[in-house]
T-cell receptor, first 111, second 113 residues
Framework: GEDVEQSLFLSVREGDSSVINCTYT??????LYWYKQEPGAGLQLLTY?????DMKQDQRLTVLLNKKDKHLSLRIADTQTGDSAIYFC???????????FGTGTRLKVLA | EAQVTQNPRYLITVTGKKLTVTCSQN?????MSWYRQDPGLGLRQIYY???????DKGDVPEGYKVSRKEKRNFPLILESPSPNQTSLYFC????????????FGSGTRLTVV
């Protein structure tokens, strides 16, 4: 079945690295995404990774994909208070226009 | 500015009173979708549309209707709202390119009493 799981909370100190994890079940997914939701706002696309890639880096963000274990992670280097938000992973379902979203991980950055 | 616009941002209504949440996008996207966000459940898809006059059910369509008479607009209709439809609703649109992802509106917080 289609299911995307994330831990609900993560707390880190400012300047440390944050790692947010996600597991998914549909091995045929072609694109996987990370979205950020700030309080009172909609979801903003942070980054994506194509299924034939293992890693993608974009400034402070590093995405790792382990297809064998169906595991996706988002690493935020030098985490800042402005990174406090809810982070959602999502997978696209091939042949449909459907995205399956995880439950979201609430990241709290302590000054 | 490329955006998805939802209205209203906040709505309190009574059980059974029909309401419509509007959604409009200015990016000429073919694909549009409605999601609801509930604590601990993430985002669940209500309905989606692949083009004008083409819509299909998502995971939680019961109690909702949609229409797509124009490419830019995709309203969500609750014919007879009930308290279990109290939620945060998001409209989103997509170009169809995998690398783009969905673009989301700012959300509509609906309370049904």
């Amino acid at each position: 079945g289609e299911d995307v799981e994330q831990s609900l909370f993560l707390s880190v100190r400012e300047g440390d690295s944050s790692v947010i994890n996600c597991t998914y079940t549909d091995s045929s997914s072609t694109y996987l995404y990370w979205y950020k939701q700030e309080p009172g706002a909609g979801l903003q696309l942070l980054t994506y990774i194509f299924s034939n890639m293992d890693m993608k880096q974009d400034q402070r963000l590093t995405v790792l994909l382990n297809k064998k274990d169906k595991h996706l992670s988002l690493r935020i280097a030098d985490t800042q208070t402005g990174d406090s938000a809810i982070y959602f992973c999502a997978e696209s379902i091939p042949g449909t226009y459907k995205y399956i979203f995880g439950t979201g991980t609430r990241l709290k950055v302590l000054a | 500015e490329a955006q998805v616009t939802q209205n209203p941002r906040y709505l309190i209504t009574v059980t059974g009173k029909k309401l419509t949440v509007t959604c409009s996008q200015n990016m000429n996207h073919e694909y549009m979708s409605w999601y609801r966000q509930d604590p601990g459940l993430g985002l669940r898809q209500i309905y989606y549309s692949m083009n004008v006059e083409v819509t299909d059910k998502g995971d939680v369509p019961e109690g909702y209707k949609v229409s797509r008479k124009e490419k830019r607009n995709f309203p969500l209709i609750l014919e007879s709202p009930s308290p279990n439809q109290t939620s945060l609703y998001f409209c989103a649109s997509w170009s169809g390119q995998g690398s783009d992802g969905y673009t989301f509106g700012s959300g509509t917080r609906l309370t049904v009493v």
